[in-house]
């Protein structure tokens, strides 16, 4: 049986997209080829790369506004030092907003290329909200902030206005709400959360922001030799970036980044309500900053634990237990988690408090 699959990352994608990419790898385009043995110099795949491409500004309504593609390696880890080696110039600075682990972990590389300001941190009440009323300095080559943090279960709901190139990590909630984002000069995502299976990051950069630094790159990590050569450098991701296809595709279908942030607010809404109604529970979070991607809430009493692990396991879910740093459980209701299987959880917090 299918299980109701709350993992963090990577984690469940559509129905569909395991079905399509399991046929494609047994034939693709019925060429009687797998999509694990063709050369990604080929012309099927040069066409998903193409499409791919295309489609992700498509649903982010970024066409003919500046904006380049591009499917690398290496995770969104590998973003943290690209950004920096690709954007604070040589004697330059660049400025942070510390809003949890991935985001320290990109502020601690950045640290290597040069004065990395740190304009607000939430660590010390162990990153349950999101810092808000600093100052971002004007003169920095660049500000770096994480849409979602993913383990503490947090969400920027806005954005600083700010007149220097405006970078984000949107590994998390990327593909999941409407947001202007042509305010974004530098977007990048792990895609295995909202956009496929793990392997492929997803980098859009816009192209006028590129090339001011004074430093020499080496040229895997430089955003316009990517870009020179269409994301085909070195050998891409190619399954990655196939199921990476046919989940866009599947979003597409559905209406777009609209239609999906609909279901995931009522997924949302579900879950935090049944949280703050029953008094079992307590969320994690500073209400104001929750996240609609990642939920993040805790038992009142710890005794209850191995009941309530017990029940939610014998009712099919799966990834539920929340990460060390903040212990407790953490729902993690990506685009392709249907909201059946948030109505399953709260059934069994509900059974559970007319158990106790
Ligand atoms: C917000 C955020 N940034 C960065 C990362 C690191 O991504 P990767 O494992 O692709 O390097 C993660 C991983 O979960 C994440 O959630």
Not at 224 to 241: A, C, G, L, R, W
Not at 294 to 322: C, R, Y
Request: charged share 20%; hydrophobic share 40%.
């Amino acid at each position: 049986m299918k299980k109701h699959n709350y993992s963090a990352g990577p984690c469940i994608l559509p129905q569909e997209v395991f079905e399509k990419s399991a046929q494609a790898i047994l034939d693709f385009n019925n060429s009687g080829l797998s999509i694990l043995e063709i050369s990604h110099r080929s012309k099927d795949f040069v066409a998903v790369m193409e499409e791919a491409r295309a489609l992700v500004l498509e649903l982010l309504n970024l066409e003919g506004k500046g904006y380049e593609v591009l499917f690398l390696g290496g995770g969104a880890s590998l973003e943290f030092l690209m950004v920096p080696f690709n954007l604070m110039k040589v004697d330059g600075k660049a400025a942070y907003l510390d809003t949890g682990t991935w985001a320290s972990g990109a502020i601690k590389e950045a640290k290597h290329f040069g004065e990395t300001v740190v304009v607000a941190s939430s660590k010390p009440e162990n990153y349950n909200h999101i810092p808000k009323g600093f100052t971002i300095p004007s003169d920095a080559d660049y500000f770096h902030c994480t849409s979602n943090n993913t383990i503490f279960g947090t969400q920027m709901k806005s954005f600083p206005e700010v007149n220097i190139p405006l970078v984000c990590d949107m590994s998390s909630d990327i593909f999941s709400r409407v947001l202007d984002f042509s305010k974004f000069d530098l977007i990048y995502a792990g895609a295995q959360k909202n956009m496929g299976p793990a392997g492929a990051t997803l980098v859009v950069v816009k192209k006028e922001i590129l090339g001011k630094t004074g430093r020499t790159i080496p040229n895997m990590l430089d955003y316009q030799q990517h870009i020179d050569k269409e994301s085909m450098y070195n050998t891409p991701p190619v399954f990655p970036i196939y199921a990476s296809l046919l989940t866009l595709q599947w979003l597409k279908n559905l209406g777009g980044i609209a239609a999906i942030e609909k279901i995931n607010e009522a997924k949302a809404n579900l879950l935090y309500t049944e949280i703050d109604r029953n008094p079992l529970f307590k969320g994690a979070a500073v209400k104001e900053d929750r996240s609609n991607m990642n939920v993040t809430f805790l038992l009142n009493d710890e005794a209850h634990q191995e009941k309530f692990d017990a029940m939610w396991k014998a009712a099919g879910i799966s990834g539920l237990p929340g990460h060390r740093s903040v212990g407790g459980y953490r729902a993690s209701m990506y685009n392709a988690l249907p909201i059946e299987s948030v109505q399953v959880l709260v059934d069994v917090m509900q059974e559970l408090e007319n158990k106790i």
